[in-house]
């Protein structure tokens, strides 16, 4: 009889602690939801306000962005042309970095390399970005006005290029495990077939595992749109509605670090317009991520 009242006891016990588990786990997730929720609704109340003041159309046409200035003008196209083109230097640079890194890591290099390498990658990505932006302001900006004289002191393109090697680790890493978890049957197969190690690479295991590299894009892209400390200290705070990488720029991201600084008074049209421009960049970002989901559903392999 006491034995079996060892098992029901130790039964009892299994099932509260299995309830306890549950029980965090889902206050964890219940957590980030609402945190979610809450950013989602101060982004959207706040903006609301802001709208009551400037209209949508203005916002979204007009190609001046001077909102703490007395002649107030609010295109926040000036904005989003700064975010677009220095994502897309960075871009320039860590996709086809990070694509090769990952083919190399995956299919080429040795164990021992594979081991050493990984750290240091991830290594790379925990560098804070203030680190990365002094270093493009001070070393990069003027090295590539060796190459370029006529190039300002504060411009995208360095900005974006160092942003690039930045975020060369999301790609690498996240594209290289989707690769290490193609099977090696396919590669097998391309072997028999007569492929090489680097066709096999290119025409095998890449496109099998398109799915993971994609996330890994999607990831880098979100990564380079809401950086912003590089871009604060070396693209320069001038709010221009260009897409040429050699002039200086704002962003989405930038603006808001140099406006919530607690300058203004918080019922002000200047101080809400920071909450104007984190919902757009919110948008952009959401607007990428269900593109991913998509890209990614599409392209799933199942083995």
């Known amino acids: 009889m006491s034995v079996v009242s060892d098992r029901l006891r130790k039964s009892r016990m299994r099932n509260i602690r299995e309830t306890g588990i549950e029980a965090i786990l889902f206050l964890a997730a219940f957590i980030s939801v609402v945190t979610t929720l809450g950013i989602v609704y101060i982004l959207v109340s706040e903006s609301m306000d802001f709208f009551r003041h400037v209209s949508i159309v203005d916002f979204l046409t007009d190609t001046q962005w001077t909102p703490l200035f007395d002649d107030a003008h609010y295109g926040i196209m000036v904005l989003i042309s700064g975010t677009l083109t220095s994502s897309a230097v960075a871009l320039f640079v ?4 990070g694509t090769v890194i990952a083919i190399y890591l995956s299919e080429f290099a040795s164990f021992a390399v594979r081991e050493a390498a990984k750290p240091i990658l991830e290594l790379l990505g925990g560098i804070p970005t ?3 932006g002094y270093f493009a302001l001070i070393t990069v900006t003027p090295f590539l006005q060796s190459l370029f004289p006529e190039l300002p002191g ?9 942003m690039g090697v930045m975020i060369v680790p999301y790609v690498s890493s996240l594209a290289e495990d989707s690769m290490r978890a193609v099977p090696m049957s396919l590669r097998e197969g391309s072997y028999a077939m007569g492929a090489t190690r680097l066709q096999t690479a290119l025409r095998v295991v890449f496109p ?11 990831l880098a892209i979100s990564r380079a749109i809401g950086e912003t400390m590089i871009v604060a200290v070396a693209a320069g705070g001038q709010p ?20 919530s600084q607690g300058d203004l008074p918080q019922d002000s049209v200047g101080y809400q317009t920071i909450f104007a421009a984190g919902l757009t960049l919110m948008v952009i970002t959401l607007g990428l991520n269900v593109m991913g989901h998509l890209l990614r559903k599409k392209y799933r392999e199942v083995y």
Not at 94 to 97: D, I, K
Not at 154 to 162: E, H, I, R, T
């Open 94 to 97: 860590a996709l086809p970095l």
């Open 130 to 132: 203030i680190v990365f």
């Open 154 to 162: 504060f411009n995208v393109l360095s900005a974006g290029l160092v």
């Open 208 to 218: 099998a595992a398109i799915s993971g590299v994609g996330s890994g894009y999607v």
């Open 240 to 259: 221009n509605l260009t897409f040429n990488p050699a002039e200086s720029a704002m962003t989405l991201a930038s603006y808001i670090a140099g406006v």
